[in-house]
């Protein structure tokens, strides 16, 4: 009995540090209960209606928050209720003007919450999925520094408010950020 209890703990003891070790794809997934974990809105956002308002002109460097609650990312990122945080009030805003919109064609994978992709590599400069090509836009890039772009699943939808740019919605964090589509 002494012999068993003995190589019972002995096991014990050399297995903690298995359950001390963190999952590197999970560790991050349970920080926002309202926003993200697999949730994929029914649409993209509403376009913009009205004026432009004295916030929408940014300065290139600036980086905003967007914690419109504890808890919640210092990115855009869209509630379980379907609100997309981050995306009013930036119609006029001059850095989403494109000197060549669609200039390597618009993207015709699918969009919408029907049409998960899975990032195959890349980076946020250049990344893609089954052969189609994105980039985030640069002032964007910092809203994205979580993301796997080998792993991560994301949701393609058309920018109501800016031509020439998409919205990459990431399920499992509930953030999104422009980009644009660099082809097949």
């Avoid at 940014?58 to 997309?84: K, T």
């Avoid at 089954?130 to 058309?158: S, T």
Wanted: net charge negative.
């Amino acid at each position: 009995m002494k012999l068993l209890l003995g190589i019972l703990t002995a096991a014990l003891i050399l297995s903690l540090p298995a359950f001390a070790q963190h999952n590197d794809h999970h560790d991050r997934d349970d920080h926002h209960r309202d926003v993200g974990r697999g949730y994929v809105p029914r649409h993209g956002p509403q376009a913009h209606h009205g004026d432009r308002h004295e916030g929408d002109r940014h300065d290139e460097g600036e980086r905003r928050s967007y914690r419109d609650r504890d808890n919640h990312p210092e990115a855009p990122h869209v509630h379980h209720n379907g609100e997309w945080v981050g995306h009013e009030g930036r119609r006029d805003d001059d850095r989403f003007r494109v000197g060549h919109p669609w200039e390597h064609g618009r993207f015709n994978g699918g969009f919408g919450r029907a049409h998960r992709w899975r990032l195959e590599g890349g980076d946020p400069r250049r990344f893609w999925f089954r052969g189609f090509y994105f980039g985030v836009a640069p002032f964007d890039l910092a809203y994205c520094n979580d993301w796997y772009w080998d792993r991560d699943n994301v949701v393609i939808y058309e920018d109501p408010d800016h031509i020439g740019w998409y919205l990459a919605y990431n399920a499992r964090l509930g953030t999104y950020v422009h980009v644009t589509y660099f082809g097949r």
